[in-house]
Nanobody
């Protein structure tokens, strides 16, 4: 089992920045990939970014490329999502997820085993 706890979500004005954190506990050594997804009211869940836990390869959704950066700190089993140039349409609940599978499709939420409770990001225009 892997437990994930997100933090860092808050209200911010458009153009601002936020950094989300995802602290993993339990058996974090089982993590193969950590991803971030978001869901806005009335919309489907959207892939934001993912990172391979050992090699550090990164993946991004088209809507956040060039603005968001995913990273990790294996020493404290924490993943991060740095969000810059925030837009109103970035408003959503952001979820951290981890996959313990040997092969993962990073953008597909069905490949992830464990999910955090979510953290709200609100961007005002």
């Amino acid at each position: 089992q892997v437990q994930l706890v997100e933090s860092g979500g808050e209200s911010v004005q458009a153009g601002g920045s936020l950094r989300l954190s995802c602290a993993a506990s339990g058996r974090p050594y089982r993590i193969n990939t950590m991803g971030w997804f978001r869901q806005a009211p009335g919309k489907e869940r959207e892939f934001v970014a993912a990172i391979s836990w050992s090699g550090g390869m990164t993946y991004y959704g088209d809507s956040v490329k060039g603005r968001f950066t995913i990273s990790k700190d294996n020493t404290n089993d924490t993943g991060y999502l740095q969000m810059n140039s925030l837009k109103f349409e970035d408003t959503a609940v952001y979820y951290c997820a981890s996959s313990t599978r040997g092969a993962t499709v990073p953008s597909d939420g069905n490949w992830y085993d464990f999910w955090g409770q979510g953290t709200q990001v609100t961007v005002s225009s």
